[in-house]
């Protein structure tokens, strides 16, 4: 079955620890992207990866780290995380038209 | 840079009747793809229908079609015979093919309730 995944799908954590979101998909995307959606706000990209070791930033991009170093992963990282990046953030890929989100990772920053 | 308007923030549709969320969008891309994404509560995007630009007829996926309006920059969604499980929050989306960023700029959505 085609899917992206996430890991984890809800953490509460504390300002300044670092986290690491996981995300992971088997059709073979070179494209994949990170969004985070708020309310009002509605969903706004923050980083994205045409392929193996090709990143950059998206609209929203601060605060945030991203690695591609296999095709399948692209994890995002908050070194030092704050409360407004409180947040739902999802992975996708892209196919031939339509991108495939992943379930969603909702983060809540004490 | 692209432009999504959803004047819509709430729907309301008995059961078994059809429904039309309004999109209007901007762009100066000559060359774009048209989205709907559905959003139950649950909170999982999940992908309904795709329209590019340059497509001469409308797009349907099952009880989903596209009303697509390119002078006038539209591209509503209408929904046949809705059921209940169709209650979530809808998201109208675009994509500019210039450029190597396959982002997707979305509108703030339209939450449909549907009726019993």
């Known amino acids: 079955e085609a899917q992206v995944t996430q890991n984890p799908r809800y953490l509460i954590t504390v300002t300044g620890k670092k986290l690491t979101v996981t995300c992971s998909q088997n059709?073979?995307?070179?494209?994949m992207s990170w969004y985070r959606q708020d309310p009002g706000l509605g969903l706004r990209q923050i980083y994205y990866?045409?392929?193996?070791?090709?990143?950059d930033k998206g609209d929203v991009p601060e605060g945030y780290k991203v690695s591609r170093k296999e095709k399948r992963n692209f994890p995002l990282i908050l070194e030092s995380p704050s409360p407004n990046q409180t947040s739902l953030y999802f992975c996708?890929?892209?196919?031939?038209?339509?991108?495939?989100f992943g379930p969603g990772t909702r983060l809540t920053v004490t | 840079a692209q432009k999504i308007t959803q004047t819509q923030p709430g729907m309301f549709v008995q059961e078994k009747e059809a429904v039309t969320l309004d999109c209007t969008y901007d762009?100066?891309?000559?060359?774009?793809?048209l989205f709907w994404y559905k959003q139950p509560s649950s909170g999982e995007m999940i992908f309904l229908i795709y329209?590019?630009?340059?497509?001469?007829q409308n797009a349907t996926e099952g009880r989903y079609s596209l009303n697509f309006q390119k002078a006038r920059k539209s591209a509503n969604l209408v929904i046949s015979a809705s059921q209940l499980g169709d209650s979530a929050m809808y998201f109208c989306?675009?994509?500019?093919?210039?450029?190597?960023?396959?982002?997707?700029?979305f509108g703030k959505g339209t939450l449909l309730t549907v009726n019993p």
């Open positions: 762009t100066s891309d000559q060359s774009y793809g």
């Open positions: 990866s045409m392929n193996v070791e090709v990143t």
């Open positions: 329209q590019g630009s340059y497509d001469e």
């Open positions: 996708a890929s892209r196919g031939p038209y339509e991108q495939y």
């Open positions: 989306a675009m994509r500019g093919f210039g450029g190597s960023n396959y982002k997707l700029t």
């Open positions: 059709m073979n995307h070179e494209y």
